[in-house]
């Protein structure tokens, strides 16, 4: 039985690098998840990575502070002739509520994007919440688009605090549970009378 685990455990462990592997020769994909923000009525696609760390791609919240890469593309032609103003602002709380003159951390060079996508680097040196500004605009000014993102750099989310519970109330009624089986006698062992001069 315990060859047959063994076995086992060696099995997944080589099929994860194999996967890895073929994963890196095929390249990856920026957009999965896909990640649209709307921008005027029209919509661009938004992810964030931090690839020091790991290769996983992130809409809303990336798990730690430090050099991040972020990545907009858009599919749509008008979008693409027009000038893009892209800013990463520091957000006053999770709602993204931002101010894109006083609350700017970096600002990109007014230019055109004519084949539709931008990547940059950002290095977020504080934890919290942040929002990607974009504005977009004819030559002329007479057309233009505007978008904001929200995401966290650094923060628990949702999903996680929800993890961190459940683990928390696991771990409180199975240790219960094997105090009470401790105390009975059931673990193999009991627990030794101290009050009994020995």
């Not at 027009?82 to 951390?105: C, F, H, Q, Y």
Request: aromatic fraction near 10%; glycine fraction near 8%.
């Amino acid at each position: 039985m315990k060859k047959l685990l063994i076995g086992a455990a060696l099995s997944l462990v080589l099929a994860a690098g194999l996967s890895m592997r073929e994963a890196r020769a095929a390249g990856w994909h920026y957009y999965d998840p896909e990640c649209p923000i709307a921008v005027g009525e029209k919509s661009m696609k938004f992810v964030a990575m931090q690839p020091k760390k790991s290769v996983d791609r992130e809409c809303v919240a990336l798990p730690d502070t430090g050099p991040s890469v972020i990545v907009l593309d858009a599919a749509d032609n008008e979008l693409r002739d027009m000038n893009w103003d892209i800013r990463v602002l520091r957000a006053k709380d999770e709602t993204g509520a931002a101010d894109p003159e006083a609350d700017s951390i970096n600002r990109l060079p007014l230019q055109k994007f004519r084949n539709g996508m931008v990547n940059f680097d950002q290095d977020f040196k504080q934890a919290g919440n942040y929002v990607l500004y974009v504005r977009l605009s004819s030559d002329d000014g007479a057309k233009s688009f505007e978008g904001r993102h929200p995401f966290s750099v650094g923060l628990i989310t949702e999903e996680e605090k929800y993890l961190y519970m459940a683990f928390g109330v696991f771990a409180v009624v199975a240790g219960g549970v094997a105090f009470v089986l401790w105390r009975q006698g059931k673990l193999g062992f009991k627990i030794p009378n101290f009050s009994k001069p020995s």
